[in-house]
C-alpha cells in the first residue's frame, strides 16, 4: 500500500510564502506525474499543479500561475509546491497526489491520480 504524507502546511500572511513537501510511504513504486490539489471549505477539490516525470512539463491552474512552483526530486519520489505571494484565497486543505500510469504523460484530473496524502492546511491571513 501507498501512502503519501505532505508536510509544510500553515498560517502565513498575505503576500508571505510556503513550501509543501510530498513523499511517500509503504511500498516503493514509480510515480508518473505527481499533483497539487486544494479543497476549501463547502467547495469541491480543484486542481493546482502537475509535474511530469522528468520535470520538463508543468501544468498550473491559472490563478496560480506566476506565483507557484512545482518541482520534484526523482530519487526521493518527492514532490513540492513552492507558494509565493499567498492570497487568503488561497486558503484550503492542499493534497498531493501520485500516479503509476504513464498515460496521458501529465494529468490534471483528480480521478486520474492513484495515490493521495491525507491533505496539510494552508491558511493565508488578510
Known amino acids: 500500500q501507498v501512502q503519501l504524507v505532505e508536510s509544510g502546511g500553515g498560517l502565513v500572511q498575505a503576500g508571505g510564502s510556503l513550501r509543501l513537501s510530498c513523499a511517500p510511504s509503504?511500498?516503493?513504486?514509480?510515480?508518473?506525474?505527481m499533483a497539487w490539489f486544494r479543497q476549501a471549505p463547502g467547495k469541491e477539490r480543484n486542481f493546482v499543479a502537475a509535474i511530469t516525470r522528468s520535470g520538463t512539463i508543468t501544468r498550473y491552474e491559472d490563478s496560480v500561475k506566476g506565483r507557484f512552483t512545482i518541482s520534484r526530486d526523482n530519487p526521493k519520489n518527492t514532490v513540492y509546491l513552492q507558494m509565493n505571494s499567498l492570497k487568503p484565497e488561497d486558503t484550503a486543505v492542499y493534497y498531493c497526489?501520485?500516479?503509476?500510469?504513464?498515460?496521458?504523460?501529465?494529468?490534471?484530473?483528480?480521478?486520474?491520480?492513484?495515490?493521495w496524502g491525507q491533505g496539510t492546511q494552508v491558511t493565508v491571513s488578510s
Open positions: 509503504g511500498r516503493t513504486f514509480s510515480s508518473s506525474s
Open positions: 497526489a501520485a500516479r503509476e500510469r504513464t498515460i496521458p504523460a501529465i494529468a490534471t484530473m483528480w480521478g486520474e491520480y492513484d495515490y
